[in-house]
């Protein structure tokens, strides 16, 4: 009895919680480290103490997502890709290899930054002093006019940066300049897109040798303009068929092609890469160059949703498989380059690889993005999907979304369809 009366004297004397007086953190680091109740004079110290650790806290917060934004890496491209890239409008080129590799050889319309380094007193190819680390640094020290230009007013959407590296090794060309200055364009958001080619400008220049041009070591400024005016394409140029397209996008590495009209009937075009057949979709054949060392299947089609083109994939896939034996190249085409050509390359790379429909079509898509099939060649290939494997990878439901680009792929467990090209 006298004990449950000492129980209720004792809790009688207890305090309500008082949190100033706890030693039990409100911090997101803090943790029970002590029992024991803190004496009025050290409140307020204690109060700096947890403000303090807060701080800290915060601090190494914003430290680990500034250390994760410097290990962002740069997306890279392959050459091919950029080969095929280059046949549409939009792509800036930003060439960051010494003056002398630029002027051997370079690719049209290419912005040239050298490595720069701050000082007044250096000059910009110096290999003393400290290297740009921000893109103001290369807008104060450019000697590139244009290329000042666009970086101060932030005109550039898509940006593909080559480098002075001989190889695809990462550990080497993440020292190069120009992974660097991609990555001050990544890290500083300047641009929407930036890719950077890998695999050294000598691997792209070894394959597309016939793209480069070239320029003296040293040319007065006036000449230097005149020359980059010329290199440049001006209105009347773009609105021809054969400088909106200047070769046939590459969809079977070094083999299979796909383009128009005007590109099958340009002898440049034809010998720059090698081309031994062609397959004709309906495209005119009275008015076309009909080049002797090439041998030619000629298809009879229009494009029209109700046209039978699944009748025409056995003899097409014969005379590219026929190609194929004797190593040689085969450009398809029709007139644009859109709907029936398009189809029949959909439906080799399908056949080639085992691959399924909606893989194949995003294949052809990624390399040649002005493709476009009818929706009937669509269907027909769809019905043949089926056919030949027993299932389908897409419905007709969503033709529109994987036309557009917007289904991701789904492929098959024994296709040999791969990434054939980097990004």
Not at 17 to 26: I, K, N, R
Request: proline content about 4%; glycine content about 6%.
């Amino acid at each position: 009895m006298a004990h449950d009366e000492q129980q209720s004297d004792m809790k009688k004397q207890r305090k309500p919680f008082d949190a100033a007086a706890s030693s039990v953190s409100t911090c997101p680091t803090g943790s029970n480290r002590s029992a024991e109740p803190v004496a009025e004079a050290e409140v307020e110290s204690s109060s700096l103490s947890l403000s303090s650790s807060c701080l800290s806290f915060a601090s190494r917060r914003l430290r680990r997502r500034r250390l994760r934004s410097s290990h962002a890496r740069v997306p890279l491209i392959s050459v091919t890709s950029l080969y095929n890239r280059l046949q549409t409008s939009g792509v800036v080129l930003v060439d960051c290899r010494k003056g002398a590799d630029f002027s051997a050889g370079h690719l049209p319309g290419a912005l040239h930054c050298p490595p720069l380094y701050t000082g007044s007193h250096l000059s910009a190819l110096s290999c003393a002093g400290q290297m740009a680390k921000t893109v103001d640094d290369v807008v104060e020290l450019t000697e590139n006019a244009k290329l000042r230009e666009k970086l101060e007013r932030r005109d550039l959407i898509e940006v593909v940066v080559i480098g002075g590296n001989h190889t695809g090794a990462s550990f080497l060309y993440r020292m190069d300049w120009g992974y660097r200055f991609a990555k001050m364009l990544v890290d500083e958001g300047r641009v929407f897109s930036v890719r950077f080619l890998a695999q050294g400008f000598p691997a792209f220049a070894k394959k597309y040798n016939f793209m480069l041009v070239s320029s003296p070591l040293w040319m007065p400024a006036e000449e230097e303009t005149d020359r980059k005016q010329q290199e440049e394409p001006t209105d009347n140029t773009a609105s021809s068929p054969t400088s909106s397209m200047q070769f046939p996008n590459e969809i079977v590495d070094g083999f299979l092609y796909l383009g128009n009209f005007w590109q099958a009937n340009s002898a440049e075009v034809i010998d720059a890469l090698e081309i031994t057949h062609v397959v004709n979709m309906g495209a005119i054949t009275d008015q076309r160059n009909k080049f002797e060392h090439v041998e030619y299947l000629d298809v009879a089609i229009k494009d029209n949703v109700d046209v039978d083109i699944a009748q025409e994939f056995g003899p097409t896939i014969e005379f590219i498989q026929k190609a194929a034996s004797q190593n040689g190249r085969v450009l398809i085409h029709c007139v644009q380059g859109v709907s029936r050509s398009s189809t029949i390359c959909i439906w080799y790379v399908m056949l080639d690889t085992k691959c399924t429909l909606s893989a194949a079509y995003s294949h052809v898509l990624k390399c040649r993005p002005l493709i476009f099939p009818n929706r009937g060649f669509m269907t027909q290939l769809i019905a043949n999907e089926r056919e030949l494997y027993g299932d389908q990878s897409v419905t007709e439901d969503e033709l529109e979304l994987l036309q557009n680009g917007l289904l991701p792929p789904i492929d098959r467990s024994g296709s040999a369809l791969c990434e054939t090209f980097l990004p």
